[in-house]
């Protein structure tokens, strides 16, 4: 091999690498194909648009955006401290293709202690980035702080097109004034709710229209009246409330396209017409045999000043095949009433703990509480265990004592007497005054008879002795 021949060959030995230096290796190509057909198909094409920290007190909402087949409603949404459900106020309000989750945080600080949280959406089927249907469950954590929120507003978004109302509660120990008004071009700037989750790059600058203000006592309720014919515009628009340094935005979807006739609220504030339905107590825990039946009794209640009609009641599946409401539903519940809600309860034969959530809701308030069963053979009840597990603390009210009557309604508890609900105290039964009244009765008869002998025998003189 002469000298050109060997120079030739080393030239093209080089190039031939630095050409497939160039190339991707043909294994890792293949290897890359199958784990993007195993894994893309199932990539989720739902969007969860959340604020990370939120304040006890605070009204959490949430947007999810996706394509879903069916729609997401409060059946389908729970929410967790750690790995156990908790029983939530919540909504679910639909606006365009998104969905507005609200649920509020207001309540004691056992009820709602700082900590990790998290939103659960199940049983709901969407389409994925692969244009494949899935039924995956999916959520977003969050984190409620030391904080304390100044309000909590209900509900936590509003697709209207007709009159709406909002009912604000001040959660905090001492009296506060909410201002609050329509953001003005708030659907256009990019303010609003995403602008208050992310930020807007920019200083908050939007004027408020309409601007109005209320002031509420510690534990005061107030409902403010939003006439559709208000707003000239359609779309997505902004409430803000504000109190001090607690701001909340609310998305406010407006349709005046298909607006009804007003119903006659006027605009302003009504500190009465508040609806909100709570049950006594918000966790229930029942142990007993296997293979026997029990039932235990709990309140619902009207913590508001407007009849409430229309409840019906959902429980999670786990609990559907032993557990049994009664009623089925509630027609109507009077303000400052309560609804007896009797738990009837049948376990099988084996040992197991079931836990679930059962929620009762109209439509635009629902109330929840915990019902944890734990079924055990050979199980034995220590003691007289009253059937009601209702307290009447739970129910603002006081025990009376064996001497004592109440002086308004009362209900039957799980504390040994009568439970006297407000207004109504426990009071000494008064003495008749029927026993009075005969006495003095007596008396007049037994004087006027007195007399009558007196006068009669007066006139007769004793014959003197002889």
Known sequence: MNTVEKTLRIKFKANNKSLMSGFIPLKFLVMLTFFSALFFPFVSAVQISMNQNFSQGETLVTVVSGSFINQITTDYVAFYRGHTQIPINDGVVRIGDDYYVYASLAGSSS??????????????????????????????????????????????????????SVHLRNVLGSKITINYGL??????????????????????????????????????????????????????????????????????????NQAQQPSGNSSGTEISGFQEIAFQPNSVNVSFATNSNISRILYLTNTGNDTITNISFNMSPSLEPYVILNPSNVTSLNPNTNQQIELNIASDGNESTINGIVTAYNGNFSSSFNLNLNFISNFNESGNISSIVTTCSQLNGTVCNSNQTCSGKFEDTNDPGVCCLSPGICQEPQQSSSGWIGWILLAVALFVIYIFYKKRYKKVQPKKPF
């Open 183 to 256: 953001k003005e071009n708030s659907a256009s700037s990019g303010s609003g709710f995403f602008a208050s989750l992310f930020g807007s790059g920019s200083t908050n600058t939007s004027a408020i229209i309409n601007a109005s203000s209320v002031t509420l006592n510690p534990a005061e309720t107030a409902t403010i009246n939003f006439p559709i014919s208000q707003f000239s515009q359609n779309g997505l628009v902004y409430i803000e409330f504000s109190s001090g340094n607690s701001t909340f935005d609310l998305p406010v979807y407006l349709n005046t």
């Open 111 to 164: 009820q709602f202690p700082p900590g990790e949280y998290s939103m659960n959406i199940s049983g709901v089927s969407y389409y994925t980035a692969a244009n494949q249907i899935s039924s995956a469950s999916f959520g977003q954590n969050f984190f409620i702080t030391n904080n304390t929120f100044a309000f909590s507003t209900n509900p936590g978004a509003v697709n209207a097109n007709t009159d709406f």
